[in-house]
């Protein structure tokens, strides 16, 4: 699901720029910045690159929920909804610094045009998923610091944005318990 839903972000970004721009090539790519052995995962340059950095759970009501079936009731795992931090960084050549800014500015703006995506507005949109909606995230200086130090890259012109929210809901059964359907409360003492 995660996969879906940042790979159809990804599309649609694309498809902004080349309607906005009127070029040919994607400019936005789904990857990591760096490798686990410490080289540049990125392919080419003057890309912006849209890398999960966080998952976090979003806080509902009830964990458990129980359905009856038949003569027993099953403890079954609720859905579980998710919100996403995603890095959009701009992968510019040192020379090209101004066309990394205009290029970060883009995808300001394209959330500023679309932040809530649905089927009805995205087709490509996976069948899974009913709505994401996205809002700038706020982070500090040192959130941002520990952003870039944790990936093991050099700071690029970037923003966070959050997720809301991806549902899992695979409604697994945990567990089968028969219905008590009659207590009898009469103590016999003898």
């Not at 790979?7 to 994607?26: G, P, V």
């Not at 359905?67 to 050549?93: D, Q």
């Not at 649905?118 to 941002?144: C, H, R, V, W, Y």
Request: with cysteine; net charge neutral.
């Amino acid at each position: 699901m995660i996969y879906e839903a940042l790979s159809c972000l990804t599309d649609e970004i694309n498809e902004y720029f080349r309607n906005k721009l009127r070029i040919n090539e994607d400019k936005a790519v789904l990857s990591g910045i760096i490798n686990q052995d410490g080289t540049v995962a990125i392919q080419g340059e003057n890309k912006i690159v849209i890398t999960l950095v966080n998952i976090e759970k979003e806080i509902t009501g009830i964990s458990n929920a129980r359905t009856i079936i038949g003569k027993t009731t099953a403890n079954k795992s609720t859905s579980m909804n998710i919100n996403l931090y995603i890095l959009f960084s701009a992968y510019f050549s040192t020379s090209n610094y101004p066309e990394a800014l205009r290029f970060l500015s883009f995808i300001i703006a394209y959330f500023q045009y679309k932040n809530v995506f649905t089927p009805t507005n995205t087709p490509k949109l996976d069948k899974g998923i009913d709505k994401l909606i996205f809002e700038m995230a706020a982070i500090s200086p040192e959130q941002q610091n520990n952003v870039w130090a944790s990936l093991g890259a050099k700071y690029m012109p970037s923003v966070i944005y959050k997720m809301r929210m991806l549902t899992f809901d695979e409604s697994i059964i945990k567990e089968y318990r028969p219905i008590v359907s009659n207590v009898n409360s009469n103590n016999t003492a003898g």
